[in-house]
């Protein structure tokens, strides 16, 4: 099954108002004619996870653009007296399309669980916004060769009581967490070796939506290593951190993301 690529920035907690201004001018300027085409007739798909405070200021530079842009996290709570929250509806109100949920950064510094991770994703299929789903394992879980199993535990807890219909919606995003940020991306063969292992357990609930689900990969992608990730049949795109704030890099990846850049010369 062909899968539309998907290449997503994750700012997390970065920028101004004016950084953002020209970063996003710098990205659109360099995405060129190919990238851009491919966005339009929407065989390609790119966008930003932004702070919740910059997310009118982005909605309104990117609207005309073909480039999404969402969240990086959201309430399981509808509404109510949850300080520094945001709901599902306060997301869509800016027409965003998509959230990051259980980013490693938050299962570690807010101590996010499974379960919460799951009530989160909830929310955004109740709006229709596609969640993505973030799991990965810690150097020691890899270290100790329990990398598969505790990566499959957060999926299949993630994934619990889904109908076939809404698990389709969704995006997984491997990220390894010793690959966040050292520089040290996981190799293509291995990365290549989880996103298999994610769809086939994907496939247990529904054959179907595990070919239709983007799985993709985050940690230290860069421009130099994108291609390599991209051409492995079950790595559908990239979560991008540091590099999404460099202009040029994150438009180099995205543009290796290209359907006319994976077809053989
Ligand atoms: P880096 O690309 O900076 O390693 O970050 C990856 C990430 O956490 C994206 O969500």
Redesign the pocket.
């Known amino acids: 099954m062909q899968r539309v690529p998907l290449v997503l920035g994750?700012w997390k907690m970065n920028g101004s108002v004016q950084a953002n201004e020209s970063l996003l001018q710098g990205l659109l300027g360099s995405l060129g004619p190919e990238a851009d085409t491919a966005i339009k007739h929407d065989s390609l798909q790119a966008g930003v996870a932004v702070p919740a405070p910059y997310l009118f200021q982005v909605a309104t530079r990117l609207r005309m653009s073909g480039l999404l842009w969402g969240g990086q996290d959201c309430s399981n709570e509808v509404a109510g007296a949850f300080t520094g929250e945001v709901s599902a509806d306060m997301l869509k109100e800016f027409d965003c399309q998509f959230s990051?949920v259980g980013?490693?950064?938050r299962r570690q510094r807010a101590a996010e669980t499974n379960e919460l991770v799951g009530l989160k994703l909830g929310q955004l299929l109740n709006k229709g916004l596609t969640p993505v789903v973030?799991v990965g394992e810690s150097l020691s879980e890899r270290e100790k060769g329990s990398a598969q199993d505790f990566v499959v535990g957060q999926v299949r807890a993630a994934t619990k009581g889904l109908n076939d219909q809404q698990l389709a919606a969704l995006v997984i995003?491997y990220?390894p967490i010793w690959?966040?940020?050292?520089g040290k991306s996981a190799s293509s063969a291995d990365a290549q070796a989880m996103h298999a292992t994610i769809r086939e357990e994907l496939s247990q609930q529904s054959k179907s939506a595990a070919q239709a689900i983007r799985i993709i990969y985050?940690?230290?992608?860069k421009a130099a290593t994108a291609a390599d990730l991209f051409a492995q049949p079950d790595i559908d795109g990239a979560?991008?951190?540091?590099?999404s704030l460099d202009a040029s890099e994150f438009s180099s990846i995205i543009q290796s993301a290209c359907p006319a850049a994976q077809s053989p010369h």
Do not use: D, Q, W
């Not at 690959?179 to 050292?182: D, E, L, R, S």
């Not at 979560?239 to 590099?243: D, P």
């Open positions: 994750n990051l980013h490693s950064e973030c995003a990220e690959a966040i940020g050292t985050g940690g230290s992608v979560l991008v951190g540091g590099a």
